[in-house]
């Protein structure tokens, strides 16, 4: 049993996990346990879970904070949609571009975060995303303004079609790939620089851990992070609307990570789905809770900081320990 | 500039805050191998000094020649904070700074940062040659922290450690560096006799075994005066005194800094 242990390697769980993911679509497709439509939702949140893993290592591990992801998200979708359908640039090099281009804009913002700060830190990142929703709107002869831009599913090397279910498994691969990526440098030199500047600015540049670097580095993570999500966002919904890039994305990311667990990377996926996925599925369906999603997610917030401030990810191993002590305390009692 | 054995030479400091003046041309040289302390009242400007040292503040004036890693003289006053541990000098901190969420190796593998050649991607794929560095480190902290009797918690959070072990892990990550001049700004401060005890021996067997000199600020002076081959006493800033532990303990001025001047008139 041990040694299964040891054998188990992180990547693996990673895959695994993947492959559980992959699993749903063929669910709908065979069985009625899940609706087709349901794919949409999922892979919608596991869209948004990949732009959330970049805002997790910007704020859970660098402690520096952005409310700018949907922003950034919003304009590698648009980019995307805009290289594929009206310059008819292949699929592999607009996502390299529209990835590209919002990394540079997100290297400058981390350019001001070394002058600025926590909540001054919060509201320029804020103005960026704005002015970049505003830009959506005015930029027509790109984004087709109000009315919305459409994209097609992606085609791969040229010749591969995707549908739906094969634009969700690329949606799979690309969040396993950024898990998997995400943790390894967390878990080394890179990430322990990142926790470093956000424990002790002064022990951290005291071991040498250069600030301007880390953070350019934190932020362009982020970014490519985000703007990943936004191309297969684009691909995979095909529209693209001014509105969706708004403020109340970027809070629901902060809201992601901070329920399902500042520095975990499951916890992301699972903030993902109690964010998005749950009020879509199941709340709606229940006529009063239809308009109260909103509010739910504020109410989870403050419970889940005040009782859970290291995210619901740590759930199952207080559950087990719980469970160790109910059936401790059982056999007390039957001595 | 520095004389054979000499390793760290000040010259002239001074720094001033608004009309305060912190540093006031203070030199004094610490040697190779050497213990040396920098003693003086509450307010005598020591931490300032430790600061200059580590260009956490930039001093008004002064020079300070350091023989580097590769037996350069430099002036460290060219330098940037996070420049100056890469030639060779690692300090730590007054209330002790570590990162609370991660591990004890973790923590200490901090103190490696520089050493890491690998890049992020090499990093993030897992290649081989970063898989292998990473391993090499973590073996050489493993070997720090048992020196330092706390190999048994390399794997748990520093997070509600006692003082005494946090002490120990931000000198065990001071390590990791292979630094040649440590310093210790009050590194007794919150520990118990025995543990002072034990500390005043890890500093010898720092200085024997990793062949460094140690600078360190105390209030301790049973330690200061146990374990400090040179001491330099300052107040207001200004160079008071300097010796070994005898020589500083006759020292009037020393005396008088520290107990207060006989009035005359009565």
Redesign the interface.
Same mark, same amino acid.
């Given at each position: 049993m041990k040694n299964l242990k040891q054998a188990f390697k992180p990547w693996m769980g990673f895959v695994l996990f993947g492959l559980l993911l992959a699993t749903i679509p063929l669910l709908a497709q065979y069985t009625s346990l899940i609706k087709s439509s349901t794919i949409i939702t999922i892979g919608g949140t596991l869209i948004f879970a990949i732009a959330a893993l970049g805002l997790n290592i910007l704020l859970g591990y660098s402690g520096l904070i952005s409310l700018g992801t949907a922003g950034f998200m919003g304009l590698a979708a648009y980019l995307s949609a805009y290289l594929t359908v009206d310059l008819s640039l292949p699929f592999e090099l607009s996502l390299l571009i529209a990835v590209l281009i919002p990394t540079i804009l997100g290297v400058l913002v981390g350019l001001i975060s070394l002058k600025i700060e926590g909540m001054y830190l919060a509201i320029a990142t804020l103005a960026v995303s704005e002015i970049l929703r505003k830009t959506f709107e005015e930029f027509e002869f790109i984004t087709n303004g109000f009315s919305g831009k459409t994209a097609r599913f992606p085609l791969l090397l040229g010749t591969f079609q995707l549908d739906r279910a094969s634009t969700y498994y690329l949606i799979v691969i690309v969040l396993v790939i950024a898990m998997l @990526?995400t943790y %390894?440098?967390m878990n080394?030199?890179?990430g322990? &620089?990142f %926790? *470093?500047m =956000?424990? !002790?600015e002064? *022990? &951290?540049? &005291?071991?040498? /851990?250069? !600030?301007l670097k880390y953070r350019l580095?934190a932020f362009a993570l982020a970014t490519i992070l985000a703007s990943l999500a936004g191309v297969m966002y684009v691909h995979f919904i095909r529209f693209a609307y001014p509105s969706t890039w708004n403020l109340k994305l970027s809070l629901d990311f902060l809201a992601m990570i901070v329920i399902g667990g500042l =520095?975990s990377i499951y916890g992301t996926v699972l903030g993902a789905f109690i964010v998005f996925a749950i009020p879509d599925l199941f709340l709606k369906q229940i006529p009063f809770f239809n308009q109260l999603s909103y509010v739910l997610n504020g109410v989870l917030i403050i419970v889940v900081i005040m009782f859970y401030p290291n995210g619901l990810i740590n759930i199952g191993y207080d559950l087990k320990k719980i469970w160790l002590k109910i059936r401790k305390g059982v056999q007390d009692v039957t001595k | 500039m520095l004389q054979n054995n000499e390793l760290l030479k000040i010259e002239d400091l001074s720094i001033a805050f608004g009309g305060l003046k912190a540093v006031d041309q203070l030199s004094f040289t610490i040697h190779e191998k050497e213990i040396f302390g920098l003693i003086g009242p509450n307010g005598a400007g020591k931490t300032t000094v430790f600061n200059c040292i #580590?260009q956490?503040y930039k001093p008004n004036h002064g020079n300070l020649y350091f023989k580097n890693i590769k037996d350069e003289v430099i002036n460290l006053v060219d330098l940037k /904070? +996070?420049?100056?541990? =890469?030639q060779g000098i690692?300090?730590t901190?007054q209330n002790v $700074?570590?990162?609370? $969420? @991660?591990s004890i190796i973790?923590n200490v593998?901090?103190? *490696? +940062?520089?050493d890491?050649k #690998?890049g992020?991607i090499s990093? *993030? @794929? =897992?290649l081989p040659k &970063?898989v292998k560095e990473?391993a090499i480190y973590r073996e050489k902290a493993e070997g720090i922290l048992k020196k330092l009797g706390i190999y048994e918690r390399r794997d748990m959070l520093v997070f509600g450690q006692p003082y005494g072990i946090l002490k120990k892990v931000e000198l065990a990550?001071t390590f990791m560096?292979d630094p040649k001049l440590i310093i210790l700004d009050e590194p007794a401060a919150g520990l118990n006799d025995v543990e002072t005890l034990q500390l005043a021996q890890t500093i010898r067997q720092i200085r024997d075994e990793f062949n460094c000199s140690v600078l360190l600020v105390e209030h301790d002076m049973r330690l200061v005066m146990d374990v400090c081959d040179t001491i330099c006493a300052i107040n207001f800033g200004k160079f008071l005194a300097i010796g070994n532990a005898k020589d500083i303990q006759k020292n009037p001025l020393v005396q008088e800094a520290y107990l207060g001047k006989e009035d005359d008139d009565e």
């Open positions: @990526l %390894n440098m080394g030199q890179v322990r &620089a %926790n *470093a =956000r424990g !002790s002064s *022990a &951290a540049s &005291a071991m040498g /851990v250069y !600030s580095i =520095r | #580590t956490f /904070v +996070h420049q100056v541990i =890469r690692v300090r901190f $700074e570590l990162i609370r $969420e @991660l973790d593998l901090i103190g *490696a +940062h520089i890491y #690998t992020l990093q *993030a @794929l =897992r &970063a990473e990550r560096s």
